[in-house]
């Protein structure tokens, strides 16, 4: 057995209870082998067990006092991967499927997300199994309160950068940084990104992740001779990133179709997004009122990848594993042609292999959404220097940086000399090249 193999196997039996983390790392080095082909002296080196080892996992407890008097308590996590390129950076998860499985598996891939950006950041992912939803003002408040006040310690703008994901937007980020910023008595906006404008927040940071996927759609369908206007589009998910990606999308011309939540769908030939960003943004609701509100369009329960839907393109940005192999099946056959992962691990590791056998432009998460973590990079530069950049120049550095990510992949495809449509591998192997390099450049720490 070869040395990608053996280091699988030996995780999928040393980590059995993390099965997201081993999905997640099978995809990983699965594509990543021509890499250890090239470079035999990697073994000796231990590179890949400690690639897939985080540096560091800190887990506690967060009590917190709920309305009614009663003490409640949560499990609150920070995984720091791997710092070998920069600061530990990743978002923040609050959901309830949140575990140590789920948070590995979120930390190793942003490891090679974030030294794709090519941005000096480490990886990291964080949060807690605490459900938002439901939850009062004064909650939230005392809930990001008491997590802050054990996770303090363990960050700071060059150690760790924390920055929202599930469950956690620009309201928690402001109650995390107002208990970060009183427990330590430090002005340093940098320790955290995703913070509102008024205090060190960069614009375009809440469009980032959605604008940034449809960056990266512009430039597969540039580079495959196609054009955006009039493509059928269908997005799972509406919140932050489904939300920006359905805008951004829609201004270049795309039909978005579709849109989702994690109890229904809607379908609308006229999908109107403001009536979603206020049931999904103020209201904090369910898409179920979306026909009542606009008084177009249909709502059903379920999950829209169970639905025979006609269209060209398909933006998963909901979660992990919304699509399994026979949900890919479905896609294809009613003609989607090109998926990109807004989400982190949407589509299962079957899924992505019926993709990339059937032709289908699938472009992973790591590269697609990695606009969110490089504008929460621009968004450290900018308290850095204590000055802001202006909606314009963000949003072009945006676009060079997904450009960027776009020509790295292609750059690893000639190099590898894999199949055109290969972004799996292609993303896989560029950042993970770039972080190894930095690991074996640093010894054995
Ligand atoms: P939000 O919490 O803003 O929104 C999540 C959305 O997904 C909600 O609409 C939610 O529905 C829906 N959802 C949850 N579970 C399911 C399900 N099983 N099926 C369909 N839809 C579901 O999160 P974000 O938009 O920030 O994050 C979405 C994904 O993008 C995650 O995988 C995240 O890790 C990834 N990501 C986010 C980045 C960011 O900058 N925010 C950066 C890079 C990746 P409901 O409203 O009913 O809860």
Redesign the pocket.
């Known amino acids: 057995m070869g040395y990608v193999d053996r280091v699988i196997d030996y995780y999928r039996q040393k980590d059995a209870q993390n099965p997201e983390f081993i999905q997640a790392l099978e995809e990983v080095l699965d594509s990543t082998r021509l890499i250890f082909d090239r470079h035999p002296e990697y073994e000796k080196l231990g590179v890949l067990e400690r690639l897939c080892e985080p540096e560091r996992v800190i887990m506690f407890r967060v009590p917190w006092v709920d309305d009614n008097g009663n003490v409640r308590v949560n499990r609150g996590y920070r995984v720091q991967f791997n710092g070998a390129i920069g600061p530990y950076k990743g ?1 923040l ?1 609050f959901h309830p499927s949140v575990n140590l499985s789920v948070l590995k598996f ?1 930390g190793f891939e942003q490891v090679f997300k974030n030294a794709l950006t090519t941005l000096p950041i480490g990886g990291g992912k964080g949060g807690s199994d605490f459900d938002p ?1 439901g939850k009062s003002e004064g909650e939230i408040m005392r809930f990001c309160q008491s997590f802050m006040s054990e996770l303090y310690s363990h960050i700071g703008a060059d150690v760790d950068v924390p ?5 956690v ?1 620009a309201r928690e980020i402001g109650y995390l940084y107002g208990q970060y910023r009183k427990l330590s008595k430090l002005n340093t906006p940098g320790v955290l990104t995703g913070k509102g404008i008024k205090y060190g927040g960069s614009l375009v940071r809440t469009e ?2 959605g604008y940034g996927l449809v960056y990266f759609v512009l430039e597969m369908l540039k580079h495959h001779g196609k054009k955006p206007e009039g493509l059928t589009t269908i997005i ?7 939300i920006y990606a359905c805008e951004k999308a829609k201004q270049n011309g795309m039909k978005v179709i579709a849109m ?4 229904g769908y809607i379908l609308d030939d006229n999908l109107d997004l403001d009536v979603v960003k206020q049931i ?1 943004e103020v209201e904090r609701g ?1 898409l179920a009122s979306y026909v009542e509100k606009c008084g177009h369009g249909e709502y059903h329960e379920g ?1 829209l990848y169970d639905a025979n839907i006609k269209c060209d393109i398909a933006l998963p ?4 594993n ?1 699509i399994d192999l026979e949900r890919a099946k479905r896609l294809v056959s009613n003609g989607c042609w090109l998926v990109a992962e ?3 691990m ?1 589509d299962n590791n079957e899924a992505v292999a019926y993709y990339l056998a059937n032709k289908v432009l699938f472009a992973p ?1 790591k590269a697609a ?1 990695a606009g ?2 490089a504008t929460s990079a621009l968004e450290m530069s900018q308290n850095s220097m204590r000055y802001s950049w202006s909606f314009e120049e963000v949003d072009q550095k945006l676009k060079d940086i997904m450009a960027s990510i776009h020509q790295q992949c292609l750059n690893m495809i000639d190099e590898y000399n894999l199949e055109k449509h290969n972004y799996v591998a292609g993303a896989n192997i560029a950042g993970m090249t770039k972080v190894v390099e930095a690991m074996v450049a640093q010894g054995i720490i």
């Open positions: 978002g998860r979120l939803k920055a929202g994901d599930m469950g937007g980032a992740t799972s998910g509406s919140g932050n990133v489904a989702s939540d994690s109890k999904k369910s999950s940005c909901g979660t992990q919304e807004g989400a982190n949407p998460g959404n969110g973590v």
